[in-house]
């Protein structure tokens, strides 16, 4: 990938790189993220339960640019289950303040839930992440105690796996004195990429 200036091992683009580069680099720095734990592995999702916007910090599982899908793992019981069973439309956005550097992406939330995908997870998690799972009390209900626990041994009756399938990706660059970045990529019904620089 050419007119790119190095940042550590990442590269990113100055202000005469191409429009598909902006996209070979999400799609490079998502995977590194996703492989590495590197900046982005940590990803902000929102969805809407009719009334408001929700959003929280997940971990990204997988990332695969070829199917546009990113896994996450969360509580079946948990209120982000009944945004998406409302609403399956979410948005993802990362930021990383070494690269300068955000990516948002739109698109819709599939929920597995006891199925090969979440049997394949769960067979492949290690036990210090299983327990997440164990908790008698549901995510977001009061609790009395801070430090009052109760734990069971049937995780997997809570464990869901999230595919977010995205069909939008911006790319924003923050440059101090040329000027910004920003270029969308948004892909139709067909899988036909379109790709288009915009105003930051």
Not at 159 to 171: D, G, K, N, P, R
Not at 190 to 200: A, G, Q, R, T, V
Request: net charge neutral; charged share 25%.
């Amino acid at each position: 990938m050419k007119n790119f200036v190095d940042v550590d091992t990442v590269r990113v683009p100055d202000n005469r790189c191409k429009i598909e580069e902006t996209l070979n680099l999400s799609n490079f720095v998502l995977n590194e993220a996703n492989k590495n734990h590197k900046p982005f592995h940590t990803l902000v999702l929102s969805t809407t339960d009719g009334n408001y916007v929700n959003s929280r910090v997940m971990v990204m599982r997988q990332f695969n640019s070829d199917e546009r899908t990113i896994y996450f793992h969360t509580d079946f019981r948990s209120p982000k289950i009944h945004d998406i069973e409302f609403n399956k439309n979410a948005s993802v956005i990362g930021y990383c303040s070494d690269l300068k550097t955000q990516i948002k992406l739109h698109g819709t939330i599939e929920v597995n839930y006891d199925n090969e995908i979440t049997k394949n997870a769960w067979d492949n998690m290690s036990e210090f992440s299983r327990k997440s799972y164990t908790n008698e009390g549901v995510p977001s209900d009061t609790i009395n105690y801070l430090d009052k626990k109760h734990y069971r041994n049937d995780g997997y009756n809570n464990f869901a796996v999230m595919i977010f399938t995205y069909t939008s990706l911006e790319f924003l660059f923050f440059l101090k004195h040329s000027g910004h970045i920003r270029a969308r990529h948004t892909w139709d019904s067909d899988n036909i990429l379109k790709s288009s620089w915009l105003f930051p």
